[in-house]
């Protein structure tokens, strides 16, 4: 069974730290990009970060630059999200999701999405 499993949402205060994780099984995790995308209440969906299969691009949001690093660890099948310095407005679903185009994946297409995780930033 293909699966994407996110975790590590939460309630954070501002300026506060989290870290996602997403767990991919059912599928070698090599062959694709991967994606951190988020949905605020009213809002379309954005992408927040995008890693290629062996970690030599990514990209950020112009929003989380400097604050957000996201790497994986294929061999394990995992992919990270590291949130710092968090803000109120970073309040959302975070979705995980892998793509085998890497410029799909740049126009918010994947292949397979995750359930995804909330992350609420407040005081």
């Known amino acids: 069974q293909l699966q994407l499993v996110e975790s590590g949402g939460g309630l954070v205060q501002p300026g506060g730290s989290l870290r996602l994780s997403c767990a991919a099984s059912?599928?070698?995790?090599?062959?694709?990009?991967m994606g951190w995308f988020r949905q605020a209440p009213g809002k379309e969906r954005e992408g927040v970060s995008l890693?290629?299969?062996?970690?030599?691009?990514?990209y950020y949001a112009d929003s989380v630059k400097g604050r957000f690093a996201i790497s994986r660890d294929n061999a394990k099948r995992m992919v990270y999200l590291e949130m710092n310095s968090l803000k109120p407005e970073d309040t959302a679903h975070y979705y995980c999701a892998a793509s085998y185009n890497w410029g799909r994946l740049r126009v918010g297409e994947a292949d397979y999405w995750g359930q995804g995780t909330l992350v609420t930033v407040s005081s």
């Open positions: 059912g599928f070698t995790l090599d062959y694709y990009a």
């Open positions: 890693i290629t299969r062996d970690s030599s691009t990514t």
